[in-house]
């Protein structure tokens, strides 16, 4: 049976529990990281995990992002099946199932994925053999995290050269994600952890480009440190790409660059508290 349409319905009419996004905070939070990737001549690679709609996808392209950003494989052939086709996966793909999907993938998009490790390049490098595809790939750099990554510097441009000895593998740049600086309250404490992690990411690209290894992209930076990172800069030569997932942001991330409130909310079913005067309306901050 075909879901009645509720435009124009007052919001008590949709059944609970659901989801709500208020669309002026929204496109407000879109056209601000946009405003503020392009005044300092970085590229908005948003991450998908905050929505991962359609709608709200084609409206951060639409407004000026060069590509998306997501975790799993799984997630990169949706988005290529939607017809996007610049999707960076901010993660290590391996084992063969996998392989033969991410060989799949570069039929009808074409992916940067991450990796970390010899093992990895020789296992991606083995997959693509014969294929007549070329992988672009892009170095995880460990930048404080403590999570996943090689170390800065020349473990970067070591495994850069394997990459580059692999004729269906092409190295692209570097990736960070200084996540252990997002929930850092004090100002100008916040300011130095996040310079010191990218300066970490940007020394290591440059150490490749030493080295005669290219790098198009050095990749970081997101809704809880984006505001910081702006100030980083990279190389003229890099092309930077935020991974802000800023579309519905989060509470740790609104103080940061959104003066108002996320765009999401809930509404919620009814429950009877225990002085029954009154319903909640629960939102999602």
Do not use: Y
């Amino acid at each position: 049976m075909p879901t009645p349409s509720l435009i124009g319905a007052p919001k008590t009419a949709v059944d609970t529990p659901a989801l709500l996004v208020d669309l002026d905070v929204m496109e407000s939070n879109i056209g601000r990281v946009v405003e503020t990737c392009r005044t300092n001549g970085i590229g908005w690679r948003p991450h998908t995990r905050g929505q991962k709609r359609l709608e709200i996808i084609q409206k951060e392209l639409s407004a000026g992002a060069i590509g998306v950003t997501c975790a799993k494989l799984g997630e990169a052939e949706v988005l290529a099946a939607m017809g996007i086709r610049d999707i960076l996966i901010a993660n290590q793909i391996v084992g063969p199932a996998k392989m033969r999907r991410l060989v799949d993938l570069l039929a009808v998009a074409d992916p940067i994925v991450g990796i970390d490790s010899t093992a990895h390049v020789d296992e991606l490098g083995a997959a693509l053999h014969g294929t007549g595809h070329t992988l672009r790939v892009a170095i995880e750099v460990d930048i404080g995290m403590l999570r996943a990554g090689v170390q800065p510097g020349a473990p970067v441009v070591a495994l850069a050269r394997a990459i580059a000895a692999q004729p269906g593998l092409r190295f692209v740049g570097v990736m960070g994600w200084e996540s252990h600086a997002v929930t850092i309250a004090e100002s100008s404490e916040k300011a130095r952890v996040v310079a010191a992690a990218i300066a970490l990411l940007t020394s290591s690209a440059e150490a490749c480009r030493a080295a005669g290894l290219p790098v198009d992209i050095v990749s970081c930076g997101g809704t809880g440190t984006l505001p910081f990172a702006r100030s980083s800069r990279a190389s003229p030569r890099s092309r930077r790409a935020g991974r802000s997932s800023a579309t519905c942001t989060t509470a740790h991330t609104i103080t940061w660059i959104f003066p108002r409130h996320s765009p999401c909310w809930r509404r919620s079913p009814a429950v009877r508290p225990p002085r029954a005067s009154s319903l909640t309306l629960a939102r999602r901050r």
